[in-house]
């Protein structure tokens, strides 16, 4: 797994403008900082994000975020509503995920209840996704599996359906499932998370792969290979379904199980990709 490569495609998680009435205008940010002058309800959200950012960029890899864990902790607990009304100008500040996230978070917001008049909505990036998927990478990779599924699905509860990296969260909660044995959750999840509209190829493929796991430890065995073959036609030639594959008729002659590797879905960047394409 290139998890350096990860860290650097999550800073792809910046702040995105976009204000209505009018076209979308993005422009780069610092995660979560409010462009008013007042503080956000979540400006702390990111500052104690782009801490850890900071360190992770020094190449300590994933335990680097183990000084920030209580800071980031604290900020996903109190966590309260996504939009913020500026005491300065009345400007609404929403925060989104990716630009599909952000026209809907936007137009909900757009128009005065009851009157039709438009107001100056502003969507800035959400901290919270990359908050808890710090977190919850971290607590898997040091077995604290529980912890990671408790901060994972509490940033999955702060963001939309439509939000662009959702699929790297519910990915990083189906290893957190697979690690505490939950299989059919874990299935259940893999599931759920190709239903979602913005998963691209690589997320959808490494979803197989997910659930040709679960599949196989629940010796489901037929549907787990269909589950790698399927991975395969979208990502021809991974070594990990392969594997699978070759374990899958290891199992099949009779041949005992073995300890499994826990599916770590951390991800690398895709050279033609604006937004994060991971595979395990």
């Given amino acids: 797994m290139n998890k350096s490569a990860f860290f650097t495609v999550i800073l792809l998680l910046g702040a995105s403008v976009c204000t209505v009435p ?19 309800p979540w400006s702390e959200a990111g500052t104690v994000l782009a801490a850890t950012l900071a360190d992770l960029a020094r190449g300590g890899g994933i335990l680097s975020v183990a000084p920030h864990a209580g800071a980031l902790e604290q900020v996903l607990s109190s966590a309260g509503d996504l939009a913020w009304v500026s005491p300065e100008d009345g ?16 137009a909900a917001y757009a128009t ?4 039709g008049d438009k107001r ?12 808890a998927l710090y977190l919850g990478i971290y607590y898997n990779e040091i077995g604290r599996s529980a912890d990671a599924l408790r901060v994972l699905d509490r940033g999955l509860a702060l963001m939309s359906d439509v939000a662009e990296h959702r699929g790297l969260l519910v990915g990083e909660k ?32 490494r979803f197989y792969r997910g659930r040709g796991f679960a599949l196989t430890e629940l010796n489901r065995l037929d549907e787990a290979e269909q589950s790698y073959r399927e991975s395969l036609k979208l990502e021809p ?21 073995v300890k499994p590797q826990l599916f770590l879905p951390h991800a690398s960047p895709s050279p033609d990709a604006a937004a994060p394409a991971p595979s395990p």
Avoid: C, M
């Fill in 120 to 131: 100056k909505v502003v969507s800035e990036a959400n901290p919270y996704p990359a908050v």
């Fill in 91 to 106: 400007t609404v500040h929403v925060l989104a995920d990716g630009a599909a996230d952000a026209l809907v978070q936007t």
């Fill in 174 to 205: 189906g290893a957190a499932l697979g690690a505490l044995k939950r299989f059919p959750e874990a299935l259940q999840v893999y599931d759920d998370g190709l239903k979602l509209t913005a998963l691209g190829d690589a997320d959808r493929a």
């Fill in 237 to 257: 030639g991974n070594a990990l379904a392969q594997r699978e594959l070759g374990y899958i008729e290891h199992l099949r002659r009779g041949g005992g199980p």
């Fill in 22 to 40: 009018g076209s979308a205008i993005w422009a780069e940010g610092a995660p979560g900082a409010a462009s008013s002058k007042a503080a956000s």
């Fill in 112 to 115: 005065v209840q009851g009157d």
